[in-house]
C-alpha cells in the first residue's frame, strides 16, 4: 500500500482525508438535523469512531512502524507523574499568559479561568444527553484519533526526512490550523493552541509513548468539562 506514493504524498493525503471526513461528516448531519433529532449527535460520533478507525488503520497499514517508539519500554508511574505536572503547567502558563496580554494590549482586567477556557467552543448546552456525547468525544475520541494523527503518523512519517525542529514545527502547526477556524478567535489563543501543540510533541519524544501524549490531551480537553460544571466556577 505504502509503496506507490513516496511518504511526502502520503502525509498529504491523509491530511486532507482527515480533514474531509470531519468536515463532511459534520456537514451531512447537519443537513439532516430536523430529520434526526437529538439522535443526530449520536451518530454523528459514531460515523467519526468508525471512520477515524479506518483511517488510523489505513495509516498503520502505510507502514506498520509508523505508531512505534523508537525506544520500547514499559509504562511506569513516572509517566503519570510527568504528564499530570505538565497539564497543570500547560494549563495556568496558558491562562497567565493571555490574562498578560489581554491587560498590556487591551488595559483589560484579569478573565476568569472558566471564561478562558470556554473561548475554546465546548457547545454550551441544556441537554444532558448532547453534553455527555460531547464530553466523549473531546475528551477520549479526539485525544486518541488527533494524537495517532499527529505525533504518531505525521511525526513518524517524517522522522529521518528532517531534523527534529522542522518535524516538530510541521507538525504543530498543521495540529493548529486545523483546530484554527473553529476554536481560535484571535493570535494569542492561535498562539496558546500551538505551545500546547509544541507540548504535546516534546511529551511524546521525550518519553516515548503515544499514551502519554494522548493522557495529557485528554486532561488538558477534560479541563473544558471540570470548569463547565457549577462547582468550580466559585473558585476562579
Not at 85 to 109: D, E, H, K, Q, R
Request: aromatic content about 20%.
Amino acid at each position: 500500500m505504502g509503496a506507490r506514493l513516496k511518504k511526502p504524498l502520503w502525509v498529504l493525503f491523509f491530511f486532507v482525508m482527515k480533514i474531509a471526513i470531519n468536515e463532511g461528516i459534520e456537514f451531512v448531519f447537519k443537513m439532516n438535523l430536523w430529520n434526526l433529532g437529538r439522535q443526530a449527535d449520536m451518530w454523528e460520533l459514531i460515523v467519526t469512531i468508525i471512520c477515524g478507525g479506518i483511517l488510523v488503520f489505513c495509516m498503520y497499514k502505510v507502514h506498520t512502524k509508523l505508531f512505534k517508539p523508537t525506544v520500547k519500554r514499559k509504562f511506569q508511574l513516572m509517566d503519570l507523574i510527568f504528564v499530570f505536572v505538565t497539564y497543570i503547567a500547560l494549563t495556568f502558563s496558558s491562562y497567565f499568559i493571555y490574562n498578560l496580554w489581554s491587560s498590556m494590549a487591551y488595559g483589560t482586567g484579569r478573565s476568569k479561568l472558566v471564561d478562558f477556557f470556554f473561548r475554546a467552543g465546548l457547545p454550551l448546552t441544556t441537554d444532558k444527553y448532547i453534553f455527555a456525547l460531547e464530553v466523549l468525544r473531546i475528551v477520549c475520541f479526539a485525544p486518541l484519533i488527533e494524537e495517532l494523527f499527529y505525533r504518531g503518523f505525521l511525526n513518524n512519517l517524517l522522522r529521518g526526512k528532517v531534523n527534529t525542529f522542522v518535524r516538530m514545527s510541521i507538525v504543530s502547526i498543521l495540529f493548529t490550523a486545523v483546530h484554527f477556524p473553529t476554536y481560535i478567535h484571535n493570535w494569542i489563543q492561535f498562539l496558546a493552541y500551538l505551545i500546547g501543540s509544541i507540548v504535546f510533541f516534546l511529551v511524546y519524544e521525550r518519553r516515548r509513548s503515544l499514551f502519554d501524549a494522548i493522557l495529557l490531551h485528554s486532561l488538558y480537553n477534560g479541563l473544558l468539562v471540570i470548569l463547565f460544571i457549577e462547582i468550580p466556577r466559585r473558585f476562579f
